[in-house]
């Protein structure tokens, strides 16, 4: 199976900064990377498919780059409703595998 | 507008058998894979498997390969999970997600709770 590790584990940030989350998979995955988002209490969103296609709905400020084994996902100007886990996932191979989350607060 | 409606979860002692239901609306149901997730309490999320169109192709991660079933009725617009054997390990959340290489849509999720 393909490993994704993500990093960090946990993040603090404050209104209007930009944060960039890291996804690291354990072998060339080509861009097969979705991101999401889950909310307290809620099933986790798409937010971005083929490592950059932001999905319908989803604000401009989040975009998504990276190729072969190393991917990011960045948000711009930070806002309260950003507080979330975020969780990559690659779907070049089977099974489809996820990284461990990204627990992002406000500071 | 998508919909997808997880059901059946509870509360099931080790060893007993469960069965989840995923009634979808607002797309075409027989025109997608569908798939099962999971997360347990406080942990990441776990795909299950996977079914086609016509289930002809099920795929599953290989460690629930032989204590869980996916199927489906396209006429009733639904999605199975059938889990037998079940253990203290498998207490988790379960989605059911419309699979298009990623998951574009996800249910509510039902939580399972396996405990004597």
């Known amino acids: 199976d393909i490993q994704m590790t993500q990093s960090p584990a946990s993040l603090s940030a404050s209104l209007g900064e930009t944060v960039t989350i890291e996804c690291l998979a354990s072998e060339d995955i080509y861009s097969n990377l979705a991101w999401y988002q889950q909310k307290p209490g809620k099933s986790p969103q798409l937010l971005i498919y083929?490592?950059?296609s932001l999905n319908d709905g989803v604000p401009s400020r989040f975009s998504g780059s990276g190729s072969g084994t190393q991917y990011s996902l960045k948000i711009n100007s930070l806002q309260s409703e950003d507080v979330s886990i975020y969780f990559c996932?690659?779907?070049?191979?089977?099974?489809?595998?996820f990284g461990g989350g990204t627990k992002l607060e406000l500071k | 507008e998508v919909k997808l409606v997880e059901s059946g979860g509870g509360l099931v002692q080790p060893g007993r058998s469960l069965k989840l239901s995923c009634a979808a609306s607002g797309f075409s149901f027989n025109d997608y894979w569908m798939g099962w997730v999971r997360q347990a309490p406080g942990k990441g999320l776990e795909w299950i498997g996977e079914i086609n169109q016509d289930s002809s192709t099920i795929n599953y991660t290989p460690s629930l390969k032989d204590k869980f079933t996916i199927s489906r009725d396209n006429a009733q617009n639904t999605l199975y999970l059938q889990m037998s054997k079940l253990g203290s390990e498998d207490t988790a959340i379960y989605y059911c997600?419309?699979?298009?290489?990623?998951?574009?849509?996800w249910g509510q999720g039902v939580m399972v709770t396996v405990s004597s």
């Open positions: 083929y490592a950059n």
């Open positions: 997600a419309r699979e298009y290489s990623y998951f574009d849509y």
């Open positions: 996932q690659q779907n070049y191979d089977s099974p489809p595998t």
